[in-house]
T-cell receptor, first 113, second 113 residues
């Protein structure tokens, strides 16, 4: 069990650019979650997948954000036309449906200049 | 998910027990009480969860009030590595496991050597 892996750990981009983050969940986990966390706040739910199906999306997920999990394994989160307000830590978590524990990665820290 | 109330911060001494309180007066009968913690520069980490009865595991104990409107996370002998933000979260199960977590701001636990 290598845990949830997120890449890159840090990303610095200019306003208006597109960025993509990757999450590799624990291999047997069929649920995958994306969260966003700003300084001093708890993580905020963005979206989650069961296998390749995206089952829920938060209102926080504007149309500039898109998440995919094409083969039910790894997932990508893309932010188009980044804004300074998108600067945050983006966290990925995975779990096995029917269990109660989420396992989180260490996150991708995005800075939009 | 129903709302929880936690103190913003608490301080304790190393090797002493720590009691972290959480109020959840609007809890429903199907809500589980989960605790996660987040160490600096890490994603959240599952600590413990329960429904009605007190629970123990290798990390902590969870004491749940008889009316379920409050709970306490107990660290029996705090170490410097327990310094983290602790989140108390109510989770409604949909039959397939947790659909995701709604984090508050949590309690910032400071451990003095």
């Amino acid at each position: 069990d290598t845990g949830v892996s997120q890449n890159p750990r840090h990303k610095i981009t200019k306003r208006g650019q597109n960025v993509t983050f990757r999450c590799d969940p624990i291999s047997e986990h069929n649920r995958l979650y994306w969260y966003r966390q700003t300084l001093g706040q708890g993580p905020e739910f963005l979206t989650y997948f069961q296998n390749e199906a995206q089952l829920e999306k938060s209102r926080l997920l504007s149309d500039r954000f898109s998440a995919e999990r094409p083969k039910g394994s790894f997932s990508t989160l893309e932010i188009q036309r980044t804004e300074q307000g998108d600067s945050a830590m983006y966290l990925c978590a995975s779990s096995l449906a029917g269990t109660e524990k989420l396992f989180f990665g260490s996150g991708t820290q995005l800075s939009v200049l | 998910d129903a709302k929880t109330t936690q103190p913003n911060s608490m301080e304790s001494n190393e090797e002493e027990p720590v009691h972290l309180p959480c109020n959840h007066s609007t809890i429903s009968g199907t809500d589980y009480i989960h605790w996660y913690r987040q160490l600096p520069s890490q994603g959240p980490e599952y600590v413990i969860h329960g429904l009605t009865s007190n629970v123990n595991n290798r990390m902590a104990s969870l004491a749940i009030a008889e009316d379920r409107k409050s709970s306490t996370l107990i660290l029996h002998r705090a170490t410097l590595r327990d310094a983290a933000v602790y989140y108390c979260i109510l989770v409604m199960y949909s039959g397939g496991g947790a659909d995701g977590l709604t984090f508050g701001k949590g309690t910032h636990l400071i451990i003095q050597p």
